[in-house]
């Protein structure tokens, strides 16, 4: 269509305006790998890049244990982290018959790679190294590690790290539980390393570890449902510059990460993760600090 010299300018404007909008700054991508602060209106299910459609692929590993799990059952919504998982989906807006459970083994979770799931959980700490490989949501809970050893072991009354370190220690590989063994307790002898805490439990009871390391709410479910003949001996309190805590594996760079990190950040401002954190760990009482 030819111009008149009337429409020429207004077309001109118009021309200049478009090539201005599509050459302006883009917003810069977040650590993460998305970009910073998506908008709430970006966060809804059908808008999601969910690895399947319409569905929310949700991991962790198996056994799956209490208290952070109910009846080896991650689907059936009982435990801690089953009810976060569900909490953080019907954030994204997706039902409970939206999410499929994926068996994920632990140190899988956060190794490099690309990842068959949409986030994991698992007890999982936030870390510099781990991030390096994963995106992390925010942390879903605040946790301590706590030392388990038989009532009988001359161990059970220690009330520091120093009290410990002739003890012979266990815990599981590629967990925070072993890394305050190295780097808090620095025992005399070499910790034993297990695969998984089951393994760690049954070398507990069999006597081939003097106590082992886990954090707190799993350390008072072992005592109290698994090996009563056992106790807390105690807890590390969190060091002065840095809290451990839980969050969500996401695929590194997942463009899920900043809404999935939204939903958990809502939780926690309007109570929801207390609330869970109240019903499901309320057993995991105070113990002491050991120094």
Known sequence: MRLTARGLLPALL?????AATGCAPQEEPSAA????????????????ATGTRGKLTVGTDRPAYAPWFQDDDP????????????AVAKALGYGKSDVV??????????????????????????????????????????????VVALKSSPYAGARSAGELKGATLGAQVGTTSLDTIDETIKPARRPAVFQKNDFAK???RNGQVDAIVVDLPTAFYITSAEVPEAKVVGQFAHSSDRTEQFGLVLDKGSALTSCVTRAVDTLRADGTLAALEKRWLSDAVDAPVLK
């Open 14 to 18: 118009a021309l200049t305006v478009a």
């Open 101 to 146: 459970w994926q068996t994920v083994p632990f140190n899988n979770s956060f190794a490099p790679g690309a990842k068959s799931f949409d986030f994991d959980l698992n007890q999982i700490s936030i870390g510099d190294e781990r991030k390096r490989a994963v995106d992390f949501s925010s942390g879903y809970y605040d946790v301590r590690q706590a």
């Open 75 to 86: 689907a059936n919504g009982k435990g801690f982290e089953s009810a976060v998982a569900y």
């Open 33 to 48: 790998g998305t970009p910073a602060g998506a908008s709430a209106s970006a966060c809804v299910a059908g808008g999601l």
């Open 202 to 204: 049954s070398a507990l």
